[in-house]
Nanobody, 120 residues
């Protein structure tokens, strides 16, 4: 079982920045693809950013491109989401997800989320 704990959310003004962190309790952190998801009020959870096991590749939702940066530190079992130039539609609960596949069977672990509020 992998436990994920997010932090770094809060209230920020439009145009501001936040960095979210997620720390995993596992000795096999580098075997997981890590994702950040967002769930805004009244909407389904959506994938915001993905980083591969060793951080050599990242992908972003169109809404995040050019403004968000996902990174990881396998030595610290941590993944980060740097968010710049925040907009009101970036608000929501951000969830950290760890994904792996064992013998063809997918396994997903989720944190409890951290809330981001974008308001002046």
């Amino acid at each position: 079982q992998v436990q994920l704990v997010e932090s770094g959310g809060g209230l920020v003004q439009p145009g501001g920045s936040l960095t979210l962190s997620c720390v995993a309790s596992t000795t096999t952190f580098s075997t997981f693809i890590m994702n950040w998801y967002r769930q805004s009020q009244g909407k389904e959870r959506e994938l915001v950013a993905t980083i591969t096991r060793h951080g050599d590749s990242t992908t972003y939702a169109d809404s995040a491109k050019g403004r968000f940066t996902i990174s990881r530190d396998n030595g610290k079992n941590a993944v980060y989401l740097q968010m710049n130039n925040l907009r009101s539609d970036d608000a929501g609960v951000y969830y950290c997800n760890a994904h792996t596949t064992t013998w063809g069977v997918p396994h997903d672990y989720w944190g409890r989320g951290t809330q981001v509020v974008v308001s002046s």
